[in-house]
């Protein structure tokens, strides 16, 4: 099963929106609405950002938002802050192959 | 909260296992899931057991050397580790299904080193 592809970086400037990819196969994005996205900072575990390819989790903010075209998911982070500044990953459900994720994509914020 | 245990370091061909106790929720309610990231790597799905422990499912690259069990008893959660290999090096995190396909608690995180 091959990673889920992704951008491996992504900028922008506080205030403005960033919308990050990610590409799969009718096997597991385009074939399942089980899309997640997580946020990792360095030497932390992932978090929770989005699942079922547009839900946010109680204590997420809006500011985080999902969705998906075909075998391509995308996540956009509106209002960049500080803060913001990750990895992000997505993931996806592959039936009999169980769980496939993203290479990450690396968010600055300028 | 998840709170993880054991790994380290052990020479390719050798054995581990890491633990990881659950508070906080109902513990044999949820699909328990193990997710491993590699240095500088996205994180990778290893194996995943269902609420009593009657099914349990493995990634192809760890099948036939990993088991994945759970006491619900002791609120606890397994990964038993055989044949270890140097590209299963990696930062081991347990992981609650509480939302549907998806990972939304995630323990500390344990790290687990095969070297010669």
């Known amino acids: 099963q091959s990673a889920l592809t992704q951008p491996p970086s992504a900028s922008g400037s506080p205030g403005q929106s960033v919308t990050i990819s990610c590409t799969g196969t009718?096997?597991?994005?385009?074939?399942?609405?089980?899309v997640s996205w997580y946020q990792q900072h360095p030497g932390k575990a992932p978090k929770l950002l989005i699942y079922?390819?547009?839900e946010r989790p109680s204590g997420v903010p809006d500011r985080f938002s999902g969705s998906r075209s075909g075998n391509t998911a995308s996540l956009t982070v509106s209002g960049l802050q500080a803060e913001d500044e990750a990895d992000y990953y997505c993931?996806?459900?592959?039936?009999?192959?169980?769980?496939?994720f993203g290479i990450g994509t690396k968010l600055t914020v300028l | 909260q998840l709170v993880q245990s054991g790994g380290g370091s052990v020479q390719p061909g050798g054995s581990l296992r890491v633990s990881c106790a659950a508070s906080g929720f109902i513990f044999g309610r949820h699909w328990m899931k193990w997710v491993r990231q590699a240095p500088g790597k996205g994180p990778e799905w290893v194996s995943e057991v269902d609420g009593d422990g009657s099914t349990t499912n493995y990634a192809d690259s760890v099948k036939g050397r990993f088991t994945v069990s759970r006491d619900n008893a002791k609120n606890t959660l397994f990964l038993q580790m055989h044949s270890l290999r140097a590209e299963d090096t990696a930062v081991y995190y347990c992981?609650?299904?509480?939302?549907?396909?998806?990972?939304?608690?995630w323990g500390q995180g344990t790290v687990v080193t095969v070297s010669s």
């Open positions: 079922a390819i547009s």
């Open positions: 993931c996806s459900y592959a039936g009999s192959n169980g769980y496939v």
């Open positions: 009718s096997s597991d994005v385009g074939g399942y609405a089980s």
């Open positions: 992981t609650r299904s509480g939302s549907p396909f998806a990972f939304d608690v």
